[in-house]
């Protein structure tokens, strides 16, 4: 929990993280009920989860590569790799500062989000039912982008070429079939949030193949990590 705070204190302190902030927040501004229309609760939802869906995607890759560069002589990678753990433990830390920086703005941003009805009069939208998608559709996908994005970082420590593969990746996202589209990418995204149980249970099958695929991506990740600082 030491090297976890650390680095989210260490990202508090940089821009990298006033611009992830601010990108999330883009996501009020691309479907607030105030600047467009009051949308009906579960169409809301689908708006909302799908724009911080959307941001993060294209934002994760300057955070990962923040928290995962490597400066040697300077005083915070001596305080880091000086700490009486392992490499792994550090790895796995650094992967949960980025969750919790992730999950910090997109808390903030999603209660402003169902709280902005109330400016134009109308009811407040569900935090629990939010934040319910959250959990189901944003946490997985946050999860999966931080540790493909350390791979290819650990692999290759350019910025410039991460977002390349990154932007490429994103696109080829659009022809993975629904079932194991772990982004829930625009028609994937639609189908699965509709009702009856057929889509309920191409859902459950879609999360479960994601946790498989997350589960691969940390074996892969901590076997890199731990093997180029060696």
């Known amino acids: 929990m030491g090297i ?4 989210i204190q260490r990202a508090i302190k940089s821009k990298v993280f006033f611009m992830i902030g601010g990108l999330l927040g883009l996501s009020f501004i691309l479907s607030s009920p105030i600047l467009h229309e009051y949308w009906p609760g579960d169409f809301a939802l689908q708006i909302h989860i799908n ?3 959307m941001l993060t995607m294209f934002s994760v890759p300057f955070l990962v590569a923040f928290i995962f560069r490597e400066c040697e002589g300077k005083l915070s990678n001596h305080v880091l790799f000086s700490q009486p753990v392992s490499l792994k433990k550090i790895a796995i830390s650094k992967i949960v500062a980025i969750v919790f920086i992730y999950a910090a703005w ?3 941003w999603t209660r402003i989000f169902i709280v902005s009805p109330l400016a134009i009069g109308k009811a407040p939208y569900s935090l629990p039912a939010f934040l319910g998608g959250h959990l189901l559709v944003t946490l997985p996908l946050l999860v999966f982008m931080i540790l493909f994005c350390a791979i290819v970082y650990v692999k290759s420590p350019n910025l410039i070429a991460l977002y390349i593969i990154t932007l490429l990746f994103i696109v080829l996202l659009s022809y993975i ?3 194991l589209n772990f982004s829930l990418k625009d028609k994937a995204f639609t189908e699965m949030f509709s009702a009856g149980y057929g889509n309920a249970s191409l859902l459950l099958i879609n ?3 994601t946790v498989l695929l997350i589960a691969a991506l940390l074996f892969v990740f901590l076997r890199l990590y731990t093997k180029s600082l060696d």
């Not at 976890?4 to 680095?7: D, L, M, V």
């Open 207 to 209: 999360r479960i193949i």
């Open 4 to 7: 976890t705070s650390f680095e």
């Open 51 to 53: 724009d911080i869906r």
């Open 106 to 108: 997109t808390i903030l």
């Open 177 to 179: 079939p629904p079932a």
